[in-house]
T-cell receptor, first 114, second 112 residues
Framework: GENVEQHPSTLSVQEGDSAVIKCTYS??????FPWYKQELGKRPQLIID?????GEKKDQRIAVTLNKTAKHFSLHITETQPEDSAVYFC?????????????FGRGTSLIVHP | SAVISQKPSRDICQRGTSLTIQCQVD?????MFWYRQQPGQSLTLIAT?????????ESGFVIDKFPISRPNLTFSTLTVSNMSPEDSSIYLC?????????FGEGSRLTVL
């Protein structure tokens, strides 16, 4: 099955700095890569996703890049703000009978210091 | 996207008892899933809740311990049976709609 590695486990930045979280996956057939943000005590929420036919996608201060050859994808947050502090999970969708069952990384705890 | 209401939001349970978590979606969804999230850890898939048939369990999870029901396209339950302290965790219901996976708020269980 799919295996997703995520680094770093903790990331501490100053407000205004950029933050980058990296993930690798093992299943070359994976074709959908979502990122989730989970604030303390809250549910995970989808913040951005990318499909394998696209190399990069941006949405305001966040962007995701995908390198299918190397089987890695990254989340980039620019001009970080204290409200960006949360745990971020990457995921990769493997193919299991056509159903959508993503495999999640272990999460990155992002701390933005004001 | 659809909204999932999950309850209870938290509970403290005694060893050996069972607890049922309910998950209600405000619209029909094709796929529903149950995840476990232990403190500071990632999301581990327990099972896929299949409407009208038995759930599909992931390796390490069995029906006797985590019986699941899904009587229709908007509702599912997960029971954590014969609980032990190792079952203390957050249990999350999720659904899939238009390709996107969305989650309930989670149920935080503490087993004493």
């Amino acid at each position: 099955g799919e295996n997703v590695e995520q680094h770093p486990s903790t990331l501490s930045v100053q407000e205004g700095d950029s933050a980058v979280i990296k993930c690798t996956y093992s299943d070359s057939a994976s074709n959908y890569f979502p990122w989730y943000k989970q604030e303390l005590g809250k549910r995970p929420q989808l913040i951005i996703d990318i499909r394998s036919n696209v190399g990069e996608k941006k949405d305001q201060r966040i962007a995701v890049t995908l390198n299918k050859t190397a089987k890695h994808f990254s989340l980039h947050i620019t001009e970080t703000q204290p409200e960006d502090s949360a745990v971020y999970f990457c995921a990769a969708k493997g193919e299991t009978g056509g159903s959508y069952i993503p495999t999640f990384g272990r999460g990155t705890s992002l701390i933005v210091h004001p | 996207s659809a909204v999932i209401s999950q309850k209870p939001s938290r509970d403290i349970c005694q060893r050996g008892t069972s607890l049922t978590i309910q998950c209600q979606v405000d619209s029909q969804v094709t796929m529903m899933f149950w995840y476990r999230q232990q403190p500071g850890q990632s999301l581990t898939l327990i099972a896929t809740a299949n409407q009208g048939s038995e759930a599909t369990y992931e390796s390490g999870f069995v029906i006797d311990k985590f019986p699941i029901s899904r009587p229709n396209l908007t509702f599912s339950t997960l029971t954590v049976s014969n609980m032990s302290p190792e079952d203390s965790s957050i249990y999350l219901c999720s659904g899939r709609q238009t390709g996107e996976l969305f989650f309930g708020e989670g149920s935080r269980l503490t087993v004493l």
